[in-house]
């Protein structure tokens, strides 16, 4: 067991220096990013002109959801691990990891949580910047249950992320190019995943239904509990709805992987 935390210890460390490497190009994002959350602020601000509530929440409740939701796509957002894992199996990199003691998903989350601190703490520097020009619209509720299951909801949304991508790069073991199914994860993911607006402002069935799909957990669910627009009863009935998926999903990926390992073998001969 301690050999088993020493070798994935050493894999963590060496994402770490690789990613830190690449420093600037998370930093250069996070920046950008505060240019898409002026126009968020522009957006409901305008869409609030005139009215005190939508859907029951303030201006200040709806933009802290927001800012919420930047934090966490840095920390927790799978970024590009799908076409990494991807160019490794196309590439037959993947081959080194058949011959080793390495489990590749464990291999590739630790990666994952390495990239995703490097670029979750460069993304709160100018969010600390710009802090005394938003500072005024956060708006966080007091109750301390928020934090305890907040924190666990955000690290099966980071798990649920990265096995989501891990699944699209399986299947270059049977496409060539897994762009196009990529693109249209991430749209479907941009809309039911709250990104866009926040999901409690659909139609109350719509809502009900989104609730049972893997894209509400990835940003939305953890995003609700930390801001407020979901209460406790909600919010345990949803870490066990978000559980299960983590369950199907690395249930998923380890078939994917094992039906890959077949076909990768049958051509590579």
């Known amino acids: 067991m301690r050999l088993l935390i020493a070798k994935y210890r050493h894999v963590f460390s060496v994402g770490l220096q690789s990613n ?11 920046a950008f990013s505060l240019i898409h959350l002026a126009f968020v602020f522009i957006l409901w601000r305008a869409a609030y002109q005139g009215e005190t509530t939508i859907g029951g929440f303030s201006l200040h409740q709806t933009l802290t959801y927001f800012i919420t939701l930047l934090v966490l796509q840095f920390f927790i957002g799978a970024f590009n691990e799908d076409y990494e894992i991807s160019e490794e199996i196309r590439s037959g990199l993947i081959n080194q990891f058949l011959t080793k003691p ?54 099966m949304s ?28 991430m749209t479907i993911e941009t809309l039911l995943g709250g990104q866009i607006f926040p999901l409690d402002l659909l139609p109350a069935t719509i809502f009900r239904m989104s609730q049972f799909l893997p894209y509400y957990y990835q940003m939305y669910f953890p995003a609700a ?24 999903l690395l249930g998923i990926a380890n078939f994917l992987w094992r039906r890959g390992l077949k076909e990768h073998t049958a051509v590579g001969g």
């Open 20 to 30: 830190i490497v690449y420093r600037w190009n998370f930093a250069m994002r996070a």
């Open 102 to 155: 390495i489990n590749y998903f464990v291999y590739r989350f630790t990666i994952f949580v390495s990239a995703r601190l490097v670029s979750g703490l460069l993304a709160l520097i100018p969010l600390i910047l710009a802090l005394p020009l938003i500072g005024e619209y956060l708006t966080f509720p007091p109750e301390t249950w928020r934090l305890v299951l907040g924190l666990p909801a955000a690290l």
């Open 158 to 185: 980071a798990l649920i992320q990265f096995t989501i991508a891990y699944i699209f790069g399986m299947l270059t073991f049977w496409f060539l190019e897994i762009q196009s199914f990529v693109i249209l994860s």
């Open 225 to 248: 509990i930390f801001t407020g627009r979901i209460d406790y009863a909600s919010a345990v009935q949803g870490l066990g709805i978000q559980a299960f998926w983590v369950l199907a």
